[in-house]
């Protein structure tokens, strides 16, 4: 069983920025994050396969998020930039070992952390 935790998260105005970290027990092919705003369904952020280092973005994180890998210390980041106030959500870190797919659907993972509160406020 990998154990994900996760640190980072906090509170930010507007236009900030924060940096997201998750480390993983032992070593696995696939990390993303996730997010879940209030009373929404949990969606995804980005994800990085870790051997390759190839990454993919949502929408809103695109041209916003930076993801990357340190295989050495098995974290990953997130760089989160130009903060808005709907990026407020719990940010859960997510992984997998099956060492093929690496993609945004929720069922590729099946570790995740507890999660880390980011609070933006305008």
């Known amino acids: 069983q990998v154990q994900l935790v996760e640190s980072g998260g906090g509170s930010v105005q507007a236009g900030g920025a924060l940096r997201l970290s998750c480390t993983a027990s032992?070593?696995?092919?696939?990390m993303a994050w996730f997010r879940q705003a209030p009373e929404a369904e949990r969606v995804w952020v980005a994800s990085i396969h870790t051997s390759s280092g190839r990454t993919s973005y949502s929408r809103t994180a695109k041209g916003r998020f930076t993801i990357s890998i340190d295989n050495a210390k098995k974290t990953q980041d997130l760089q989160m930039s130009a903060l808005k106030s709907e990026d407020t959500a719990m940010y859960y870190c997510a992984a997998t070992s099956n060492g093929w797919l690496c993609d945004g659907n929720s069922d590729t993972f099946n570790y995740w952390g507890q999660g880390t509160q980011v609070t933006v406020s305008s």
């Open positions: 032992e070593t696995t092919s696939c």
